[in-house]
């Protein structure tokens, strides 16, 4: 049987840099819940995926 990870974001870093890359939707696939603050949403400044 197979876990579903959940990870809470903290920090844009990893985003900036999966979205550099063109794999953003990445985490979602690794982890099945991804937690992003609002805070960290705004710092992002684009769209995240659902």
């Not at 844009?12 to 819940?33: H, M, P």
């Amino acid at each position: 049987m197979q876990k579903e990870y959940e990870v809470v974001i903290a920090d844009t870093s990893c985003l900036i840099l999966l979205d550099k890359i063109g794999e953003l939707n990445l985490l979602r696939s690794i982890f099945g819940r991804v937690i992003v603050t609002r805070e960290i949403a705004m710092e992002f400044g684009s769209d995240l995926p659902e």
